[in-house]
């Protein structure tokens, strides 16, 4: 089992622009990618309705598009559902799974398994699988336990991973949208935890790549410092991915030293 090739950032818009505001702000992303020496990747995910015009017309090789979220099934009838074949067609090639605003608001930890199951066996697409803690499980010691709980639901459809590349986004629940941060150190620890745990779960069908990444409330003065290490494999990032300048100057300078 590798770690991801090359790091990958990635822009989170949520609900947050209407359809012009999406495009307009994907114009800028991605001109500001074309013209540098890329070292990592770079993945937008905006709504549904501006997704499938960027993604399907994406001509630019720096920049991915990816989905909030995904259907657990295929086409039929589901009615407000979108399916994986659909975002495959338009050139998707990630799809974040298990946001703690979904599983929060939504209700959506009973699916998670479902859209994993979808993803990994009937699609290329590459699933990114968000999990964390709350502060009160944090406080009282419980956050390894809380993921590798998430991690086993999450998984407990699939028998193997191999060939297949799956990101994990540990986001600790108080730190989105907050301003709080994690130290880098203690994000690794975690990261490192949850690739032991994929490990023991997975030991004869590793994934073919695995990458964790760091979110929660990243942005312009403290991304430096997730770069130590390996161990975290690229960022998530909500707030700062929808003002242009502030994500290129991170996508542009998030890199393995
Ligand atoms: P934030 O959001 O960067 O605004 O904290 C991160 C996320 O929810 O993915």
Redesign the pocket.
């Known amino acids: 089992m590798k770690n991801l090739a090359r790091p990958i950032i990635i822009g ?1 818009w949520k609900m947050n622009l209407d359809y012009k505001s999406s495009l307009s702000l994907a114009k800028k992303i991605s001109s500001g990618r074309a013209q540098k020496n890329i070292k990592n990747d770079v993945l937008l995910l905006p709504d549904f309705l501006p997704l499938a015009e960027l993604s399907s017309k994406n001509k630019n090789k720096n920049i991915f598009y990816g989905a909030q979220d995904v259907s657990p099934f295929s086409f039929g009838p589901y009615t407000g559902e979108v399916s994986l074949e659909n975002l495959e067609k338009l050139g998707c090639k990630y799809i974040l799974v298990g ?1 703690s ?1 979904r599983r929060q608001y939504l209700s959506e930890d009973k699916i998670i398994s479902l859209k994993m199951e979808n993803i990994i066996k009937n699609s290329k697409l590459v699933p990114i699988l968000c999990v964390g803690e709350n502060l009160s499980q944090r406080k009282s010691g419980q956050t390894v336990v809380v993921i590798k709980k998430q991690l086993q639901e999450a998984f407990s459809k699939i028998k193997g991973l191999s060939g297949q590349k799956i990101i994990i986004a540990y ?1 600790p629940i108080w ?3 907050t301003g709080k941060n994690i130290s880098a150190e203690e994000a690794i620890i975690v990261h490192k935890k949850i690739k032991e745990i994929i490990m023991t779960m997975f030991k004869n069908n590793l994934p073919r790549e695995l990458g964790v990444v760091y ?4 942005n312009l003065s403290n991304f430096q410092d997730f770069k130590k290490s390996e161990d975290i494999s690229g960022l ?5 991915s929808l003002k242009a300048n502030d994500f290129l100057k991170i996508a542009n300078n998030f890199f393995y030293v």
């Not at 979110?215 to 990243?218: A, D, F, K, T, W």
């Open positions: 989170n946001h605003e986001e730190a989105i949208g979110g929660g409330s990243v998530l990032i909500g707030g700062s």
